[in-house]
């Protein structure tokens, strides 16, 4: 017993100084040229490596030093593999009974660039060279018992292992792909990658777990570890098992987005993750996934009118599980949730045939989804909207899908009641306010049917249905919506621009539609209200606040119908009212219509019975440059209320007017100044407040030396002692222009000057719109019986007489409209009197000189002779 331990100590000693010295003793290289001849013409590349040694210690096999294998020349002018050391263990067992079995394959910091160019081809793909050989006959399969030789050339090796490797992957062919990628061939780097494989076999489950730096960190940020296998003689990866997880701590968003080109680059960001999943593909599959990002900024590359914008800081959340089901290719969603900065979506469901013809059974439901938040993390989509549009509170809802690509249908709910949405002046719906909207949608072969659509708003109900029909080159549609009758009392909290209206009454039921194709589709819309009423705001009229006016509408009704084409939407309408009031007056019916077309609004006609009288005429609008026109015409309307109503000028007239206006202007000009208007204007038995022409004449005359008290008749009613003027006609035609009011003509026939009533009288002149100054000048012409009555009395008045002796007396008309002056011009009444005097002293001369000089009264020769010398002489 003793003498064989001694045998086996001395076996065991031999064994370990053979397997010290033999590194030494034995040399490998003299084979390089051997294996350096097989394995070039493998690989078609001109592979070389340093050297290589024996090695025992480390494990009984063989170390190639300096591996590099060239890159393809097409590629780059770099290696392709390069590494340190590629240590190769054999099983010592095997290799006594003269089988070379591999035990472990050890890659020590190999260097590996995969790259692929714009056309799609690999830098690899010359390296498989298709077989010259002749197909040889199928050889018939070996016993399922027999590991074949094939699988063990394979699968020969029982471990890999690599250390402090290098992954580099270059594409430029997803550049050329994506449009709005980045410019640039893109890269990804592995490095520190460590790999160990175990248990290597077709037929066993081999273990693996693999960690390394992605874009090249200074720490290893991701791992990938489990079993797989076995796969199996025919290698079917559907039904190998596989237990596999992957961590991801703290990884690059901005490297990961910048590598792979995309059109979205992360500024910031970093992501863990942790996946898991067990099981084959042909049986039942078990995954889940905890991702999340933190601290994400987005950037896209913009346009040319924005340049590039960034979102907000992005927190994201994935977690969800799901099983896979072979039988019927069934996944069914097991508390699966997306959250982003608060925001979060919990989908569950099913789907069947998923990798053939979908079917699914799905629903998402979020009780605390912030639009706002959201909108406002995307400044580059949220620009889109108008600006004044905001958001702020949650909403919630509700997604149900069931169906096929072909034939499915959705139910949506959303909730915002607690929502605060503000756009502008136009909408405010505050936290409480009822705001909802149910939808049910399906399509089946094309065709969209919209069985429910109701938004709620407050104490507003709409509800539509219809369908849509995708399966034409153009879309068409057949839809109808409907609202129910609906109150206007508290719409002045929702729509601001209503509050300062006080709205109250109700609107009727409205329906609207729209059929056909949407490129020409007709639409209609009908609405009707009982009683509407609104409150006018007051106005500001020379400094002064006015009282707020009242307005009511009673009996109201709309129609219209119209199309889409391609200047956009174009219909006609009508638009009648049984009556109202404005501010205690009383409107009777009325009625007009209307068209639109391209960018243009027509009121072709339209009539209103008000003011005792009717108003009627025509309108437009252009919408593009906000120009528009209006002309109106009145008919026996009563002139004190309607230009008090319609003008900023207050008392100024009495009577029935009558006329036409044309006036133009633009809605975007500020006040007056883009005003323009001209048009013919009559009153009839009126009076003109403010102004009493015969008394101010009267005044006048008694400044003039010699004519004080010419225009007195004796009688006191003569003079009118009132501040109006009183007349049987008033015709005007003026011009507006830059503020002014340009009177062409402006004549007042029949005025009351006494118990003659045919006096006349004749402006024309300027009035300014915004201060009322007025500058006007004319004649008062009097009656003949009254020009009669004042020259009997004042013989010098005949200087003022015209042809048929009725007095005329120049004025101008001053001041403003509250307070006018009125003036006469007493420079030309002077003058007038002044000849007239002078004319009756060459008369009276005349006459004594022909008495002297015994002429006789009939001699006319002689008396024209003596009148021509009296007036040479006046001239000298």
Known sequence: MKKALVAVAVVLLVLLVTA????????????????????????????????????????????????KIPENPEFASDNFVTLDSLQVRLKLLPLLKGEVQVSKLILKSPVVHIRRNAQGVFNFQDMVRPSEAPAEAEKPREPAGEQPP???AVFGVGELGIKDGTVVYEDEMISGREKEAQPGPKSVTVSRLDVSVEDMSLFEAVSFDAQGSLFDEPHRNFRVFGQAGPIGEAMDFTKMPLNVTIKADSLSLQKLTESLGLPVRALSGKMNAYISAAGALDQNLDASANIAADDLVLQTQGDGNTGPQKTGAISVKLDGKALYSAAGEKLDLQSTSLEINGSRLDVTGSAQNVLTKPVWKMAAKSDSLDLGALIRLFPMYAGKAPAELSFSGPAKLDIRSAGSLNDFSVEAGLDMNLMKIVYGEMFSKSEGVPFSLVSSIGMKEGIVGISTLELDLYNLALSGSGLVNLKQEVPVADIRIEAKPFSLQGWGAIVPMLAQYQPEGAIGAVTAGIAGPLNKAALSCSASAEHIALVLPPQETQGEAQKPKKAAIEGLSLNARGSTGPDGIGGT?????????????ALGRMAGDFRYAGSRLDVPQFSVAVFNGTISGSASYQTETKDWAFSPVFKAVDAGTAVDTLTSFKDVFQGTLSGDVRLRGNAAAEGLASLSAQGNVGIKNGKLNNVDLAQAIAEGFSALEGLSGAL???????????????????DARFEMARQTVHLTSFELANIRTGKSTDSLARLKGDVALETRVLDLTGDVILSERHSAELIKKTPALNALADNKQRVVIPITITGNMTRPKVLLKSGEISKAIADYYAKKGIEKGVEKLKERLGIPQSDKGSEKIIEDLFNTIIKK
């Open 712 to 730: 007195l008749t004796g009688q006191e009613e003569a003079v009118q002692r009132n501040r109006e003027t009183a007349f049987d006609s008033l």
């Open 20 to 67: 010290i010295i033999a590194p030494f003793v034995i040399d490998l290289n003299q084979y390089k040229g051997e294996i350096l001849a097989k394995v070039r013409p493998a690989v078609n590349r001109d592979v070389d490596f340093d050297r290589i040694e024996l090695t025992v210690l480390s494990g009984f096999g063989a170390e190639l030093q300096g591996l």
């Open 573 to 585: 309408g009508t638009l009648n009212a049984g009556g109202g009031s404005f501010d205690n007056i």
């Open 150 to 152: 094939s699988a063990l």
